[in-house]
């Protein structure tokens, strides 16, 4: 500065700063420093999510249900092999028509920051699933519209209907979360409320899987595998969780 302004000039220097703070601000040259702090506090703001609430399912929730569990299921191996390959509008079709006919029993749904993004259904033994035959009389009513699939779908369910363990349980079916919030704890928090409502109950809990990975999940809740099969060409976990305490 002595260099440049020569000694005792301490009013040019002055003058020098009051340019160069004026200049800054008429081009903005401080405020993104103070805008990217401020949004850096409100990104980490933003990213703090809720704990997953879970709440009775009611029918107004129908049509969002519908979407995010066919979507969820989807690429399910024995959705795959039902209905074929990404065939979302055959997933939404059957779960329309599972949500009218079928999960009747006890449903709840999840939320998490206030969208909702999970559902479960569990129906309490010796009435969680139809009876074989009325499985199959399905197929010429409830199960038309899902056409060329019927028979598959007449098979899987009166084969889960078949295997369905002679002695009290809450038979937890489905069970699912929208894919944009899995591994976010979702369904995690379904899954607690499912055990607790079981251990109050004192019955045991039932469960089957298609997906490998599921079953070391299902495994962190007390269940373990007690059958294993292929069902129309996909490999079936059947899982039982025992009266806790008993």
Same mark, same amino acid.
């Given at each position: ?21 004026? &200049? ?36 107004? $929730? ?27 509008? $055959? ?33 309490? &033994? ?113 899982? &039982?969780?025992?009266? $806790?305490?008993?």
């Amino acid at each position: 500065m002595v260099r440049l302004f020569g000694s005792g000039t301490a009013g040019p220097i002055r003058y020098f700063f009051r340019v160069c703070l004026n &200049w800054c601000r008429r081009d903005r040259c401080a405020v993104p420093a103070l805008s990217v702090v401020g949004d850096r506090k409100r990104k980490r703001m933003t990213t703090i999510t809720m704990k997953p609430e879970i709440a009775p399912y009611a029918s107004n $929730q129908f049509e969002t249900v519908v979407q995010f569990m066919a979507k969820a299921f989807v690429t399910n191996p024995i959705h795959v092999a039902a209905f074929g390959g990404e065939k979302l509008k $055959q997933n939404r079709l059957f779960f329309e028509i599972g949500l009218t006919h079928l999960f009747t029993s006890t449903s709840f749904v999840a939320r998490l920051d206030g969208k909702l993004c999970g559902y479960m259904h569990f129906g309490a &033994w010796p009435n969680c699933l139809p009876k074989t035959d009325e499985i199959e009389a399905a197929g010429d009513s409830i199960f038309k519209p899902l056409g060329k699939a019927v028979p598959r779908v007449v098979q899987w369910f009166s084969t889960w209907s078949n295997y369905d363990p002679p002695e009290p349980h809450l038979h937890l079916a489905p069970i699912g979360v929208a894919p944009e919030v899995q591994g976010k704890g979702v369904g995690t928090a379904m899954m607690n409320y499912y055990c607790e409502t079981i251990d109050r109950e004192g019955v045991g809990g039932y469960l089957e899987t298609d997906r490998p990975e599921n079953v070391n999940f299902y495994r962190k809740f007390g269940f373990e595998v007690q059958r294993e099969e292929s069902l129309i060409g996909t490999p079936i976990w059947y899982m &039982w969780r025992p009266i $806790q305490g008993a």
